[in-house]
């Protein structure tokens, strides 16, 4: 089978989405490709770059005015039947069509989706964190319904839908109506490729007069919570406790509200780095005293096995939906300031169970060895799909 994988994720964008995609990329290329001719396929000329030199056979597409408009109205039903009535199709797919592709992948779900008249497809819905449309200005009622229109969409026409854990797939078939097996369940793994760079002699002499600096990779969204750092440092700094925080990512709207609250508040050891490479990247995991992982949003994530990767400590919500669980990490309520204060201090204090380092690093070795059976059953779907 010809199958094509369209990464639409920037690689200066960053983030979950981003690492994910390329994970996917490696991973279909070392379990399915015996079996199947795999090709990558992106707009994005950094993600491009880093795909070749990852040595994952990728090509680069732009799309033309009319794949724009097409892109565009295709998500309104009523346009939607007109171009397929006149069988309009964009440029990717008739290459594809062309090249007799079998299949396309999408890791993080797309538009493009809306447009195909003859490919098959599988789509991945990575969280349903949208239904909480209400708490965060980053889904308003439009996004929300957007969302809804897209993932109701897919799950009616995908071949499969892929997602990253138990919880999201009952979720799905519950709020879907969709059926059990058509939802495949493949869990997240670390970032594999951000050890094979090393970071600039310039950066690391930037930063490494930090000392004892907790690490948040994460981008600036309201949902991600960095406020509560901030209130935790504010409590630290009153007890005469120095620490540091660094936060990675791109600002997606919400750094505004930060920069007011540390000025207000006079705190100064805060250090917004703003996107990492992923030599970058290690660097900052690797040298930090631990990973405060706050977000609002779930009930998975990247950055926790990434945490385990590293041997570090981990501070981490007690919501108990995913792999963390009680004896890996400090969990607790992490819209509180004084837990997040409180553990921090363990973790300066040397308080932090060396039994939770081996139990998460434990966890994660399961969690690649699932990951590996999960793409190799999904290498035998694949020759069952019709």
Same mark, same amino acid.
């Given at each position: 089978?010809?199958?094509?994988?369209?990464?639409?994720?920037?690689?200066?964008?960053?983030?979950?989405?981003?690492?994910?995609?390329?994970?996917?990329?490696?991973?279909?290329?070392?379990?399915?490709?015996?079996?199947?001719?795999?090709?990558?396929?992106?707009?994005f000329l950094g993600t491009f770059?880093?795909?070749?030199?990852?040595?994952?056979?990728?090509?680069?597409?732009?799309?033309?005015?009319?794949?724009?408009?097409?892109?565009?109205?295709?998500?309104?039903?009523?346009?939607?039947?007109?171009?397929?009535?006149?069988?309009?199709?964009?440029?990717?797919?008739?290459?594809?069509?062309?090249?007799?592709?079998?299949?396309?992948?999408?890791?993080?779900?797309?538009?493009?989706?809306?447009?195909?008249?003859?490919?098959?497809?599988?789509?991945?819905?990575?969280?349903?964190?949208?239904?909480?449309?209400?708490?965060?200005?980053?889904?308003d009622k439009k996004e929300f319904?957007?969302?809804?229109?897209?993932?109701?969409?897919?799950?009616?026409?995908?071949?499969?839908?892929?997602?990253?854990?138990?919880?999201?797939? *009952?979720? =799905?078939?519950?709020? @879907?109506?969709? !059926?059990? $097996?058509?939802?495949? &369940? %493949?869990?997240?793994?670390?970032? #594999?490729?951000?050890?094979?760079?090393?970071?600039?002699?310039?950066?690391?002499?930037?930063?490494?007069?930090?000392?004892?600096?907790?690490?948040?990779?994460?981008?600036?969204?309201?949902?991600?919570?960095?406020?509560?750092?901030?209130?935790?440092?504010?409590?630290?700094?009153?007890?005469?406790?120095?620490?540091?925080?660094?936060?990675?990512?791109?600002?997606?709207?919400? *750094?505004? =509200?930060?920069?007011? @609250?540390?000025? !207000?508040? $006079?705190?100064?050891? &805060? %250090?917004?780095?703003?996107?990492? #490479?992923?030599?970058?990247?290690?660097?900052?995991?690797?040298?930090?005293?631990?990973?405060?992982?706050?977000?609002?949003?779930?009930?998975?994530?990247?950055?926790?096995?990434?945490?385990?990767?590293?041997?570090?400590?981990?501070?981490?919500?007690?919501?108990?939906?995913?792999?963390?669980?009680?004896?890996?990490?400090?969990?607790?309520?992490?819209?509180?300031?004084?837990?997040?204060?409180?553990?921090?201090?363990?973790?300066? !204090?040397?308080?932090?169970?060396?039994?939770?380092?081996?139990?998460?690093?434990?966890?994660?070795?399961?969690?690649?060895?699932?990951?590996?059976?999960?793409?190799?059953?999904?290498?035998?779907?694949?020759?069952?799909?019709?």
């Amino acid at each position: 089978m010809k199958i094509a994988i369209l990464l639409e994720t920037n690689y200066t964008g960053g983030g979950g989405p981003y690492v994910h995609s390329i994970n996917t990329c490696i991973d279909l290329k070392k379990y399915c490709s015996k079996s199947n001719n795999i090709m990558v396929y992106t707009q994005f000329l950094g993600t491009f770059r880093a795909l070749r030199e990852l040595k994952i056979p990728v090509k680069l597409f732009s799309y033309s005015f009319l794949d724009k408009v097409l892109l565009k109205i295709s998500s309104l039903k009523v346009l939607r039947c007109l171009t397929t009535i006149i069988n309009i199709k964009t440029s990717l797919e008739k290459s594809l069509l062309k090249n007799k592709n079998d299949l396309i992948i999408f890791p993080v779900i797309s538009n493009l989706i809306f447009c195909l008249k003859k490919i098959r497809f599988i789509s991945s819905i990575l969280d349903l964190e949208h239904f909480k449309h209400s708490t965060f200005p980053e889904i308003d009622k439009k996004e929300f319904k957007n969302r809804e229109n897209i993932y109701f969409y897919a799950v009616k026409k995908s071949k499969l839908i892929i997602t990253s854990c138990e919880n999201i797939k *009952k979720n =799905i078939h519950k709020h @879907y109506m969709v !059926k059990k $097996e058509k939802v495949f &369940v %493949i869990p997240y793994t670390p970032n #594999s490729f951000e050890k094979k760079k090393k970071p600039s002699i310039e950066f690391i002499n930037k930063f490494k007069k930090i000392k004892n600096y907790f690490f948040y990779p994460a981008r600036i969204f309201g949902h991600k919570n960095h406020i509560v750092l901030l209130k935790a440092v504010k409590i630290l700094n009153k007890k005469n406790i120095k620490v540091n925080l660094v936060f990675s990512g791109n600002d997606r709207g919400y *750094k505004k =509200i930060l920069d007011s @609250y540390i000025e !207000k508040n $006079e705190i100064n050891n &805060v %250090i917004f780095t703003g996107f990492l #490479s992923s030599g970058e990247m290690h660097h900052m995991y690797n040298n930090c005293k631990g990973v405060v992982f706050t977000t609002l949003w779930g009930p998975n994530a990247i950055p926790p096995l990434e945490t385990w990767s590293y041997k570090k400590p981990l501070v981490y919500n007690n919501r108990l939906e995913d792999d963390v669980t009680k004896g890996t990490a400090l969990i607790g309520n992490i819209e509180d300031p004084n837990f997040v204060a409180n553990s921090i201090v363990k973790i300066l !204090k040397n308080k932090y169970k060396k039994s939770f380092i081996l139990k998460g690093y434990n966890t994660l070795q399961s969690i690649k060895k699932d990951s590996k059976r999960c793409y190799k059953d999904l290498n035998r779907k694949l020759n069952f799909l019709t």
